[in-house]
Nanobody, 126 residues
Framework: QVQVVESGGGLVQPGDSLRLSCTVS????????IGWFRQAPGVERQWVSC????????DYAGPVQGRFTISRDNAKNTISLRMDSLKPEDTAAYFC???????????????????WGQGTQVTVSS
């Protein structure tokens, strides 16, 4: 049984940093497609970042480019999203998603991900 669990969310001030973690069990991430998405109240879920473990390919949505970094800890089968220079508009529930589809790239479309976590809330406010 595959389980995806996010953690690390919280309340921070503008300009602060935060690291989200996504722990995956029952699923080998070696060749996986991995994505982070977020959803603010009243807004559709949006793609944030993705990576492909096997190729190391990474991609970011425009609003987070240069501020967020996606990475993987192979030993712990954990995915991280490092978020720097946080802004109030980054406030949202953040979701991790994984999929075993083959390929070298990753996807910004949530329909391409099979397993999802329940989300962790990030609130950026002064």
């Amino acid at each position: 049984q595959v389980q995806v669990v996010e953690s690390g969310g919280g309340l921070v001030q503008p300009g602060d940093s935060l690291r989200l973690s996504c722990t995956v069990s029952g699923f080998n991430l070696d060749a996986a497609r991995i994505g982070w998405f977020r959803q603010a109240p009243g807004v559709e879920r949006q793609w944030v970042s993705c990576m492909r473990s096997s190729s190391g390919f990474r991609d970011y949505a425009g609003p987070v480019q240069g501020r967020f970094t996606i990475s993987r800890d192979n030993a712990k089968n954990t995915i991280s999203l490092r978020m720097d220079s946080l802004k109030p508009e980054d406030t949202a529930a953040y979701f991790c998603a994984v999929d075993m589809s083959t390929g070298a790239g990753c996807s910004w479309d949530e329909i391409d991900y099979t397993y999802w976590g329940q989300g962790t809330q990030v609130t950026v406010s002064s």
